[in-house]
């Protein structure tokens, strides 16, 4: 990990677990809200991606995750934990990019929660993408 | 007053003007906008904002030495 | 796994790990939205929850699953797969009982439908619960 | 004309007979349900739908041999 939010190259599934294992030991969280992005093989003018690689500015996206989390957790009080990986460097098709946990006492606000928090990460996180062909 | 500050160019931004980095002397952010596109015309096709250290900028400000700028076109992340 | 559905007992970390690779072999899918419901430690009348039995009709649980995944299919052009697991038998506080996991190619059906599909697993599942204290 | 038929027993309904399944005789399920009530007083307050095999009924209906009748209380996955 790059620092609390980023981590250089493709979010892997052992960090996956990582992460889901650190959100679950609390036994008053009855709801695990998970989003994870991947990149897509999209084909533009007949050329299919390969990978994006993603760029990002470090010190703000540390300043905007942490005022997301305070939002999300401000908003929707049943919340427990709001936790958020992105990557940096390059990600190959097929890999995550982009780790979004949720956790909450019940079911209806960390689902909304997770989404309102993903809306979040794609309009004021500072992160770029380059496709590669 | 114009004071000496940092710029930081991201995404788009760097690739059209081939830097990631550099510093400029402007009294404001307005000026400082100007300064930068008239030296880089290639970034006017791209829709950039700023950010005051680090802090996204909603209207033009005064800039004082070692205020860090950066040049933000539109976030993709996800 | 007693079915397609069901498995015995919690719903492991290392359960969950497998279940989430099982989707993931697919390029076109830029976003994996996943729910897992955990029994709470929650306390009535002076008892805290230790655990929860959980009993269901097994052949209906099926028809049902089936019916909810063709369902959410077919309300969300976007979504590639869905995926339902539901424990029967003790599952203790702070464990998981309940895995949704849904692909898709964009954001916006994958987490709507996920939300969808445990909506209609609350409502149409035969599945019941017994606290244990 | 009377079927002898199977009926399951779930969740609560489980508890409140002490029975997983048993067999019984009827035409149709309104007057099963009825039988069934009046066997075991206890079911009363519990608010149980039916299934025949393993579909929801909606509305009464005749019952053939070998049906199989499921007593199911609100459902509380999850």
């Known amino acids: 990990m790059k620092n609390r939010f980023l981590v250089g190259g493709p979010i892997t599934p052992l960090l996956i677990s990582e992460l889901m294992t650190l959100g679950s030991d609390d036994n008053g969280t009855g709801a695990v809200s998970v989003f994870i992005g991947k990149v897509r093989d999209d084909e533009t003018d007949g050329k299919r991606v390969k990978a994006i690689e993603y760029s990002a500015y470090e010190d703000m996206v540390i300043k905007e995750a942490d005022e997301i989390i305070r939002t999300v957790r401000s908003a929707f009080s049943d919340v427990r934990t709001v936790m958020i990986v992105h990557s940096v460097g390059i990600v190959k098709a097929g890999e995550a990019s982009l780790f979004i946990m949720v956790t909450s006492g019940h079911r209806d606000q960390g689902t909304r929660g997770c989404r309102h928090t993903l809306e979040m990460v794609k309009e004021k996180l500072p992160v770029w993408k380059k496709e590669i062909y | 007053m114009e004071a000496e500050v940092r710029v930081l160019f991201f995404g788009a931004a760097q690739e059209a003007t081939g830097r990631t980095e550099e510093t400029f002397r402007a009294g404001d952010t307005a000026s400082l906008r100007r300064i930068i596109t008239d030296k880089y015309p290639s970034l006017a096709i791209i829709p950039f904002r700023l ?18 700028i950066a040049i933000l076109p539109p976030f993709q992340g996800g």
């Open chain 2, 51 to 68: 950010a005051l250290n680090r802090t996204m900028l909603k209207d033009d400000s005064d800039l004082e030495k070692n205020d860090v």
